[in-house]
């Protein structure tokens, strides 16, 4: 299991109530797949709806597919903290092969 944090932009609503979101990711070590993942949010709906999207991804050759994935089906503000905080959830797996 690894955990990313990143803050929201400071212009948005988000940054005023939470500032920063995290990311804790479960990989599965033999299959190099993302078995579980979660974030902190507001609204449960938007935290079951990136866990779904990105269940299951592989991360053998890196982010490329969470990337696509999320550039396809969720345009939001502070998907750039989204983005940062699995990025660095992704570094501390690195870490851990």
Known sequence: ?????????????LHEVYRMIGCV???DKETETIHDISFTFVMELSNQFLANLLRGV?????????????????????????????????DRYCELK
């Open 25 to 27: 990711m479960i990989v």
């Open 1 to 13: 299991m690894t955990a990313g944090f990143a803050e929201f932009p400071k212009d948005t609503s």
């Open 58 to 90: 592989s991360l053998r050759n890196g982010l490329d597919e969470v990337r696509q994935r999320l550039k396809e089906s969720i345009k939001v503000p502070g998907v750039g903290a989204i983005q940062y905080a699995i990025q660095q959830a992704y």
